[in-house]
């Protein structure tokens, strides 16, 4: 929020129509109407992920809160790793009166293209606290190795 | 001084809520992925309830391919009726869920009065 009222500098400069625009544009589309929760679902329809390239591995990792082992599906086809699930809903009871719903409930799918160099049968997969964690080793020749140097 | 604040290098995250009543019990649910029991803080001061929680493990190093998952400190407070029993109040974490049961005092429930 800004305390400071913005003065032009030049009289009657084009640009400032497209700036007045952009200032209204963003206004209306930009924070204001938006939630601002960090939940399972808020962004586009499929959980936040993560992909981290490190010196051996590929590291995927998902935002899944309240999604049980059982409810998860992995697949790793090719370079395509699909992570499927759904989540429940705890309990079901008609005298139950519903104040505020921001969490959320259903099946949800993700599929994300690996790189080339992973090797697909050296997989681990862990859900802990909410937070799925893939392993995905890569091939043995992708791997970063040193080289020790010979000085004469 | 804000006893609350934050560090500034940490985003602030407001987990996502939702709240029901069932016979007596208001339910809170709160979605917290990566929070863990020992870095979990639920605390009752005389009419608010704090909950605060920090994701662990968030940072490996690497490149970056994807960065969608937020990174920072979840944080949410609420103001409590004067119905709910302050003595009474039950939390529970599994999954990245946080669960916190809230009972509505006795006195306070809804009575039938017998007519003679």
């Known amino acids: ?152 | 001084m804000n006893k609350n604040a934050i560090p500034s290098n940490e985003r602030l995250l407001i987990p996502p809520c939702s709240i029901d009543e069932d016979i007596g019990i208001v339910t809170l649910t709160l979605e917290m992925p990566g929070v863990t029991k020992e870095n979990l803080d639920v605390r009752v001061e005389t009419n608010t309830l704090t909950i605060e929680g920090q994701r662990v493990g968030n940072s490996p190093t690497g490149e970056w391919l994807l960065r969608e998952r937020p990174v920072g400190s979840y944080r949410k407070i609420f103001t409590l009726d004067e119905t709910i029993d302050r003595n009474k109040i039950e939390a529970k974490l599994a999954d990245g869920l946080l669960t916190v049961k809230l009972h509505i005092q006795e006195a306070a429930k809804p009575r039938k009065i017998a007519i003679n």
């Open chain 1, 1 to 152: 929020m800004e305390l400071v009222p913005w003065k032009k500098n030049v009289p009657n400069d084009l640009w400032d129509a497209f700036d007045d625009l952009r200032s209204v544009m963003e206004r209306s589309f930009g924070g204001f109407g938006l939630p601002d929760v960090t939940g399972l679902l808020d962004r586009t329809g499929s959980p936040a992920i993560d992909i981290i390239e490190t010196s051996d591995e590929i590291l995927v990792m998902a935002d899944l809160p309240g999604v049980k082992k059982e409810d998860l599906e992995l697949n790793l086809a090719g370079t395509l790793l699909t992570i499927k699930g759904s989540k429940k809903s705890e309990q079901n009871s008609d005298k139950r009166k519903i104040f505020r719903k921001e969490t959320w409930v259903g099946s949800f799918a993700r599929t994300i293209d690996l790189p080339a160099n992973i090797d697909n049968e050296k997989v681990d997969a862990e859900l802990k606290d909410g937070v799925l964690t893939v392993h995905i080793s890569k091939k043995e020749e992708a791997k970063t190795k040193a080289i020790s140097v010979r000085v004469n």
